[in-house]
């Protein structure tokens, strides 16, 4: 078997942390966004299916906050 190119390895890794980076970013302001739709959700009652959306929110928030905790440091 033959050995990636050096070049090859290093813009494989480059890409890797862009994409890193990008998903940081991402789950970071998801993280600031999810919480806006928590009102709106109590307001209108947790009845079945809204029920386990906002159990599905609380979720991914949590995700995202994990995600995201470091971002731009």
Do not use: C
Not at 6 to 15: F, K, M, V, Y
């Amino acid at each position: 078997m033959s050995t990636p190119a050096p070049t090859q390895i290093a813009s494989g890794e480059r890409l890797a942390g862009l994409m890193t980076g990008t998903v940081k970013a991402a789950a970071f302001w998801a993280a600031i966004a999810i919480p806006a739709a928590y009102p709106v959700l109590l307001y209108s009652g947790l009845d079945g299916g809204t029920g386990q959306l906002f159990v599905a929110l609380l979720f991914a928030n949590t995700l995202a906050l994990a995600l995201g905790h470091d971002h731009k440091r």
